[in-house]
């Protein structure tokens, strides 16, 4: 086994529990580049790390407090390591203007994150949450 591809995937980890699962902010600053790209931001939203963090604590975890991050499968080469995983919880709160219905919410995800020096510098991503948003708009 390759020990850096290794490191890699151990990092998303615990980017996916700490910072996306239990909003852990000093994780979040520990694995975080300042130069990091989102390149799957929303046209006009920040695709740096500011909107990434934005994303976890103000828009998902208020309306899913019990959000939980279940990771299927890594897969790593060089400095790459796609994930694929689900982020489910219940929706106890407003999201993204659709009122809470106390509705258990799962988002399938897929995502592929470059690491730099232990840190997230880039990311794409695919999921289904405009799926979900249709949803829950009924």
């Known amino acids: 086994m390759n020990s850096l591809t290794d490191t890699n995937k151990s990092i998303v980890r615990r980017f996916n529990k700490e910072v996306i699962e239990q909003g852990n902010i000093q994780s979040f600053q520990e694995l975080m580049d ?14 740096g790390p500011n909107g990434m963090i934005y994303t976890f604590n103000h828009i998902l975890r208020p309306a899913m407090p019990d959000l939980q991050v279940s990771i299927y499968e890594q897969i790593a080469e060089g400095d790459l390591v796609t994930t694929r995983k689900n982020i489910s919880g219940t929706h106890t709160g407003e999201l993204m203007g659709i009122p809470a219905t106390g509705q258990k919410i799962s988002i399938d995800v897929i995502d592929i994150v470059k690491v730099k020096d232990g840190k997230y510098i880039e990311h794409w991503g695919i999921n289904t949450l405009p799926v979900v948003l249709a949803q829950l708009k009924g």
Do not use: E
Not at 34 to 47: C, E, V
């Open 34 to 47: 300042d130069h990091f790209i989102n390149h799957s931001a929303p046209s006009g939203a920040d695709s």
